[in-house]
Every structure is written in structure tokens, then in C-alpha cells.
């Protein structure tokens, strides 16, 4: 109770006193261009540490934005493979066929949709009738699950104007399996974004989608005679009389565990929180998290802008509606919002659609891209320039094959006496994917006390880790290789030299040591790791934050 009295001091203060602040910076990051903007998704896809940008044209060639460094975009969509001309709406990224790159699902709107596969070499190739992926609709929602839980990830595609499907990933092809699974949701019109979610913390996917006109929010639960069962109503998550749903995104905003959710709605957006039961409660009027009557939110992200630990939330409004601008509600930790766009330099007009979250220059806060309907400029990049910065940690998580980017995996981390959930999710908001990067802002604390991840084997508790840096965790090894071979909670010469006297046979090291000194995280101590921990101790400086350049899916 302290803590939570002392947390919403903390937040009231840095509200008042240091100024959540964004820059619209599209222009000069080569972002800029006059298009109809409908899915924005955000994915490494040439594995360099810095994340990419896909964006769903509606209105002619489709775009894919190459992170140069430095909040500098180069668009390769064409040069690169990926250049469908069609009414693009959605972005998906995953690695379906287990290669360590990711692959891209683009849906578009009557028309055939396209699996890009990832050649690794910096181009796509179209694959969607070589692995059995065809499917042909008005595509408005999507996500990548593994609702089976072999480890490889299927898709879950919702058809606005038909019935939802579910394509089941055999080994990286696919297999239709809506029906045997009853899978294919409420059976009308007006089905809008769905994405994987595990609601109850067991471990198994759950579809969770919302509707327009009235229709309710659905929550697919698979039964154990094989089929998927709607209990959206007796978790009281349906909200049939006040949702004309759009779009959702998932997190846990009051830091107990258990994941809520929020849904762009026509005129005033829901916040459901999870009571940890099997039910939700609707707490939008007491959370102050809706937007203002005649507003058309689509896009919309939980991110936190400040660092201080508490998930805030972006809307990405249809501005021509009811010129109702984009807002940004900030989380003060006390379960309640105070909207706060205007002066944060979140407030616009851009008849917006999609909208994604990701740390774009590895400076340690997130930033945020909305795309909309714009002649002028049909993408904004808001650089996030909020002072001063509380403490960070980044997560990459490393599967085991097949599920190399751990899709669905669930992590927690505790600082200060206080836990912080998330989980890796390809498909949120509006047609949109937030980065597989996953972010932490510390607030009051200044160093982390352990990270738990629940990996499909069992879980590990990772502690000594760093903060201020993005690090990746990798499913099989218990430890987080840190270097700190002699236990003095640094590393320093003294742990090179005993990795030295180790490789040459002086000396030996136990389980524990073996696995602090695996930098690289390959299962093998060798000469590599010295180089990788020299490197680290001489790139050390305060002005210079240390990202760590091991790849997801290298071996």
C-alpha cells in the first residue's frame, strides 16, 4: 500500500514537472508520403537490431521501411519483394516456417491475400499457393497464435462480411481448419480485429475479437471435445449494448498479473479489467480512459511514454468523423488516466487507421507510428522526447524451434517490490503489430529484481540482469549470461581472465559459471565470448547506452 501511495506521488509529480513530451518527426526520418493508410506493422526483418516498418496501403503499392539508424527510414517495398498493389489492410509478422526470419502476412480487401516469406537476404518471395495459404475477403483483423500448441504459429484471419478462419501451420504449410474447429466466430457481417490471448493465464490461446453495430465482443475458448466455445458473455466481456468495436489491444495496466483490455470503439472507447476469475469488469467511465463522444477510434496501443511503469494508451482517431483528434491517455497509477494528447504533441488531425509502438533508435523509450488517410502525409513517426528518463530494460525472447521468436510466451518482470506483465503478440490495435521487442520503463526503481518467462517447457527466473539495455533471453539456457564469473555483480577484467584460464584448461567452472559465461547464448563457452564481453566493457561509458547484438534465431 505504500509503495501504490508512493507510485501515484511519483507519476502526479513527473506529470506535472517533466513534461511528457513527442515530436512529429515523418519528414526528416524519410517516413513522409501521401497515401491511404490502413495497417501499420512493425518487424525486424533483416535482423540487425533495429526494427522495420511495414505499412498497409490501401490505395496502391504497399510499403516497407528499412531502420537505417539514427530515426532514418529508407523504403525498399518494391526492390525488397513486397509490393502489392491491391487495397492493403493488414500487416502480420511471424516466422512460419521455423527459418529464423520473419515472414509477412499482408491482408487486403476482395482480393487475394499475400504470405511473404523471408528469403534472409534482405528480399521476400510471395508464397501464399505454394504453402496452401489462400484465402480471398475484406480482411479488417488477423493474428498469428499457436492455437495448438505444437510450437508452430498459425493464423487467425477475420473476414468482414463473411465468416472468420483459421489456418492451421503443419510444419510451414497450411491447412484450413476452421470448421473442425469451430473457429469461425459469430456468424454475420461486421466481424473486426481478433487476436490470440491467453485470458486466463493457463498457458492456452484464446480468440478474442470485437464487432461492430452492436453485435458484442466474442472469446473463443477451445473445449476438450475440440472445439472453440463463446464465453464472452459469462466473462462479461461482451458489452453487446454500448461496443461498436474496432479495434483492441491487450496489457496489463494496473500491474496485478493479469491482462486487460481496451477497445476502439465508435464514440466512447471500453477498458475491461481482468479480475484474475475468468471474468472482466467494465471500468471504463471510472478509469477516465474513454475518448470524447463522437470519436471513431481504430488504431490504438498501450506503451508507456514515461518510463515510470505504468502502461499509458495512444488512440489513432478517424478525425473526419467527428473531428475528434488523436489522444493520449497517461496512466498515474492509481488505476486511473488523465488524456493529455494536446500537450504532449499527440494531438492530431489524420483521419487515422493503424497505429504501433516500438523503440525505434534504441535510446531506451518508446516512440509511437500512426498511419491514416492523408493527400499530404499519410504516416506520422513521433519521436519520443520525454525528460528526464527513468530506467529502461528491453527484451528479446529466443525460442527453441520451432517457435524461435517465442509467439505467445509470457514474462514478468518484478522491480522494486512491483510486477510488470507482458507477452509477445503478433497482431494488435487496428490491423497493426507492435515490435517483438519488449519494453519496461522502471519508474522509481533503479535496478530490476528478476525476470520470470514462462516458456511452453516451464518457467525461468532470470536475475543479475542489467537495466538500460536491450538484452535477449533464451529459452533453454537458466541463466542470463551476464559475465560475472566471480560473483562481485560486475564484469570486469577478473572474470575475462578466469574465462581465459577456462578455455585453456587451468581452470574449470561449474553449471552455473558455464552458463554466465555463455555471452552469445549459443550453449558453448569458447573464444567468441570473450570477444563479446571485451567488446562490452570497452563500449562501457555514461554517455552511451550498451545494445546487445545477439540475433534471435542465430546459432
Not at 495512444?314 to 491517455?329: A, C, P, R, W
Not at 490491423?431 to 519488449?438: D, P
Request: aromatic content about 12%; charged content about 20%.
Amino acid at each position: 500500500m505504500i509503495f501504490r501511495v508512493s507510485a501515484i506521488i511519483y507519476c502526479s509529480l513527473t506529470l506535472l514537472f517533466s513534461g511528457i513530451q513527442f515530436s512529429e518527426i515523418s519528414e526528416t526520418a524519410g517516413l513522409a508520403t501521401p497515401i491511404q493508410g490502413k495497417g501499420v506493422c512493425v518487424f525486424d526483418y533483416n535482423r540487425d537490431g533495429l526494427d522495420d516498418i511495414f505499412v498497409a496501403n490501401h490505395s496502391g503499392d504497399d510499403l516497407l521501411f528499412r531502420n537505417d539508424g539514427g530515426l532514418t527510414f529508407t523504403e525498399i517495398g518494391n526492390s525488397a519483394g513486397v509490393f502489392s498493389t491491391g487495397a492493403s489492410q493488414l500487416g502480420l509478422a511471424a516466422d512460419y516456417d521455423a527459418d529464423g526470419d520473419l515472414d509477412l502476412f499482408v491482408g487486403v480487401t476482395n482480393a487475394r491475400c499475400s504470405l511473404y516469406r523471408n528469403e534472409g537476404n534482405g528480399s521476400f518471395s510471395e508464397v501464399s499457393a505454394e504453402v496452401g495459404l489462400i484465402h480471398e475477403g475484406n480482411v479488417l483483423g488477423g493474428s498469428w497464435g499457436d492455437y495448438n500448441d505444437d510450437g508452430w504459429p498459425d493464423l487467425y484471419i477475420v473476414d468482414f462480411g463473411g465468416q472468420n478462419y483459421l489456418f492451421e501451420n503443419t510444419g510451414g504449410s497450411f491447412l484450413d481448419v476452421t470448421g473442425e474447429t469451430g473457429a469461425q466466430g459469430p456468424m454475420n457481417d461486421l466481424c473486426m480485429m481478433a487476436t490470440f490471448f491467453d485470458f486466463d493465464n493457463d498457458g492456452d490461446f484464446e480468440i478474442l475479437g470485437t464487432q461492430d453495430g452492436y453485435r458484442g465482443n466474442y472469446l473463443l475458448e477451445m473445449q476438450v471435445y475440440g472445439l472453440y466455445a463463446n464465453l464472452a458473455a459469462e466473462t462479461g466481456i461482451q458489452a453487446m449494448e454500448s461496443l461498436q468495436g474496432m479495434g483492441l489491444t491487450i496489457a496489463d495496466y494496473n500491474r496485478d498479473g493479469w491482462f486487460d483490455v481496451y477497445f476502439s470503439n465508435l464514440h466512447q472507447n471500453m477498458l475491461f479489467r481482468n479480475n484474475g476469475d475468468r471474468t472482466f469488469s467494465d471500468v471504463s467511465a471510472e478509469s477516465n480512459a474513454q475518448d470524447p463522444f463522437f470519436s471513431m477510434t481504430w488504431g490504438t496501443v498501450f506503451f508507456d511514454a514515461d518510463n515510470d511503469g505504468w502502461l499509458d494508451i495512444y488512440n489513432n482517431n478517424e478525425s473526419g468523423f467527428g473531428n475528434i483528434g488523436n489522444t493520449f491517455f497517461h496512466n498515474l497509477g492509481d488505476g486511473t488516466f488523465q488524456e493529455m494528447g494536446d500537450t504532449a504533441g499527440l494531438e492530431s488531425f489524420n483521419s487515422g487507421y493503424g497505429a504501433a509502438a516500438a523503440d525505434f533508435d534504441g535510446d531506451g523509450d518508446q516512440d509511437i507510428i500512426a498511419v491514416g488517410y492523408d493527400d499530404e502525409n499519410g504516416i506520422e513517426f513521433y519521436r519520443n522526447d520525454t525528460t528526464p528518463a527513468s530506467d529502461w530494460l528491453e527484451i528479446d525472447l529466443a525460442g527453441a524451434v520451432p517457435n524461435r521468436y517465442a509467439l505467445g510466451v509470457r514474462l514478468v518482470l518484478w522491480s522494486g517490490g512491483e510486477q510488470q506483465a507482458d507477452f509477445i503478440q503478433s497482431g494488435n490495435g487496428f490491423l497493426s503489430q507492435n515490435s517483438f521487442t519488449k519494453h519496461f520503463g522502471l519508474g522509481e526503481s533503479s535496478a530490476v529484481d528478476s525476470v520470470i518467462v514462462y516458456w511452453p517447457g516451464g518457467s525461468t527466473c532470470y536475475e543479475g540482469l542489467p537495466v538500460n539495455r536491450e538484452i535477449t533471453l533464451t529459452e533453454g539456457m537458466d541463466c542470463y549470461p551476464n559475465g560475472d564469473l566471480n560473483s562481485d555483480a560486475d564484469l570486469d577484467i577478473l572474470d575475462i581472465v578466469l574465462l581465459v584460464s577456462y578455455l585453456t584448461g587451468d581452470i574449470q567452472l561449474n553449471t552455473d559459471q558455464e552458463c554466465l559465461a555463455d555471452a552469445n547464448q549459443d550453449f558453448a563457452v569458447d573464444i567468441l565470448d570473450i570477444v563479446t564481453f571485451i567488446g562490452e566493457i570497452l563500449a562501457r561509458s555514461p554517455e552511451q547506452v550498451y545494445r546487445k547484438h545477439t540475433k534471435i534465431g542465430k546459432t
